[in-house]
């Protein structure tokens, strides 16, 4: 019906452009009338762009404004881990008003969204900021990830030196602010647990546990010799699925149930208040209660603004959402320099 008579009679070229545009302009309106009849089953997102750009921390460029904080704040995958390959301080960081300090941020892409929020907490206490990443890097010297199946030392031989620069290059009263996507590296998600490694042994995740816990308390104490404090920030919740997910009208929501978010928040909260028990240069601040609402994960604010970028990082506004608790932490805990 389509091949031989084409074949015989072969069309004018203007019959088979205006054929051409007819089949476009036909499956254009199949797709369309499919959207609305089908969405939600096939169509899962209600809007076409659920998280505007300006709101994706992981794709912002400088990722502070009016700075040079950007990708190359990281070690590029692929190189080894020297002098050269490291990142540069002078130029990933954000200047601070003499005498009020340095903030040292470390962690992997769930330090990085925290950037719009110590932008705004600095812009107040005048702290410069210094910051270091290393997207799905557990900041650990002796526990090695894996990456694309493969394990990634790179990864660690950066945590170890970049952890060592901060007790050589900051002075008394600095903070070093560690983040990371500690679900993903304590197996708290039904996810299956990440593989990784100490030498050449693949470890589990109580183990995981017990060394990482073991290497933050050790590393606390030297920096406590230097008079250099330590935050760790316990992860934020994640949620159950992707925000686009979310759109339909009648959908799913994106919160896991409050009791899940709870199981998950309480395992890595444990964790990090074991790490500070009996060392005073150790805090913990929890962003959960700020992130929900009777125990569910809130992923919008009432105006519709993201909350979240993704399923687990925030957003540029949801990151911003937690300058005023943040900064009442650092008061409440004497970690904003005096004379402000």
């Given at each position: 019906?389509?091949?031989?008579?084409?074949?015989?009679?072969?069309?004018k070229?203007?019959?088979?452009?205006?054929?051409?545009?007819?089949?476009?302009?036909?499956?254009?309106?199949?797709?369309?009338?499919?959207?609305?009849?089908?969405?939600?089953?096939?169509?899962?997102?209600?809007?076409?762009?659920?998280?505007?750009?300006?709101?994706?921390?992981?794709v912002?460029?400088?990722?502070?404004?009016?700075?040079?904080?950007?990708?190359?704040?990281?070690?590029?995958?692929?190189?080894?881990?020297?002098?050269?390959?490291?990142?540069?301080?002078?130029?990933?960081?954000?200047p601070?008003?003499?005498?009020?300090?340095?903030?040292?941020?470390?962690?992997?892409?769930?330090?990085?969204?925290?950037?719009?929020?110590?932008d705004?907490?600095?812009?107040?206490?005048?702290?410069?900021?210094?910051?270091?990443?290393?997207?799905?890097?557990?900041?650990?010297?002796?526990?090695?990830?894996?990456?694309?199946?493969?394990?990634?030392?790179?990864?660690?031989?950066?945590?170890?030196g970049?952890?060592?620069?901060?007790?050589?290059?900051?002075?008394?009263?600095?903070?070093?602010?560690?983040?990371?996507?500690?679900?993903?590296?304590?197996?708290?998600?039904?996810?299956?647990?990440?593989?990784?490694?100490?030498?050449?042994?693949?470890?589990?995740?109580?183990?995981?546990?017990?060394?990482?816990?073991?290497?933050?308390?050790?590393?606390?104490?030297?920096?406590?010799?230097?008079?250099?404090?330590?935050?760790?920030?316990?992860?934020?919740?994640?949620?159950?699925?992707?925000?686009?997910?979310?759109?339909?009208?009648?959908?799913?929501?994106?919160?896991?149930?409050?009791?899940?978010?709870?199981?998950?928040?309480?395992?890595?909260?444990?964790?990090?208040?074991?790490?500070?028990?009996?060392?005073?240069?150790?805090?913990?601040?929890?962003?959960?209660?700020?992130?929900?609402?009777?125990?569910?994960?809130?992923?919008?604010?009432?105006?519709?603004?993201?909350?979240?970028a993704?399923?687990?990082?925030?957003?540029?506004?949801?990151?911003?959402?937690?300058?005023?608790?943040?900064?009442?932490f650092?008061?409440?805990?004497?970690?904003?320099?005096?004379?402000?």
């Open positions: 019906l389509v091949e031989q008579p084409v074949r015989r009679y072969p069309l070229w203007w019959w088979e452009t205006l054929l051409a545009v007819l089949a476009v302009v036909g499956l254009w309106l199949g797709i369309d009338a499919l959207h609305h009849t089908f969405k939600g089953y096939f169509f899962v997102a209600g809007d076409a762009d659920p998280v505007p750009f300006r709101e994706r921390t992981q912002l460029d400088p990722m502070i404004p009016g700075t040079q904080i950007n990708a190359a704040c990281s070690l590029r995958y692929g190189l080894d881990y020297n002098a050269s390959t490291r990142p540069d301080y002078d130029r990933c960081s954000k601070g008003r003499q005498g009020a300090g340095e903030i040292f941020l470390i962690g992997d892409s769930h330090a990085q969204h925290l950037l719009p929020m110590l705004a907490v600095t812009a107040r206490t005048g702290q410069r900021i210094s910051f270091t990443y290393q997207a799905a890097c557990l900041i650990d010297p002796s526990i090695t990830v894996t990456w694309e199946n493969r394990r990634y030392e790179p990864c660690r031989h950066y945590a170890a970049e952890m060592e620069r901060a007790l050589t290059r900051l002075n008394r009263g600095d903070i070093v602010i560690i983040s990371n996507f500690l679900h993903r590296y304590l197996s708290t998600m039904d996810s299956p647990a990440t593989l990784l490694y100490r030498g050449e042994r693949s470890i589990g995740p109580s183990e995981v546990r017990d060394i990482h816990l073991a290497n933050l308390r050790a590393y606390a104490a030297r920096l406590a010799s230097k008079g250099i404090q330590l935050v760790l920030f316990v992860d934020n919740p994640p949620l159950a699925r992707e925000p686009a997910a979310c759109q339909i009208q009648g959908g799913a929501s994106c919160a896991p149930t409050p009791e899940k978010t709870a199981r998950m928040q309480n395992k890595v909260r444990e964790a990090l208040h074991a790490v500070a028990a009996g060392l005073p240069n150790v805090h913990v601040f929890d962003p959960t209660p700020y992130l929900t609402r009777n125990g569910k994960v809130t992923y919008r604010l009432k105006n519709g603004t993201p909350i979240y993704d399923k687990h990082h925030l957003s540029v506004s949801g990151s911003r959402s937690l300058a005023a608790p943040f900064e009442r650092l008061s409440q805990s004497g970690l904003i320099p005096t004379g402000r």
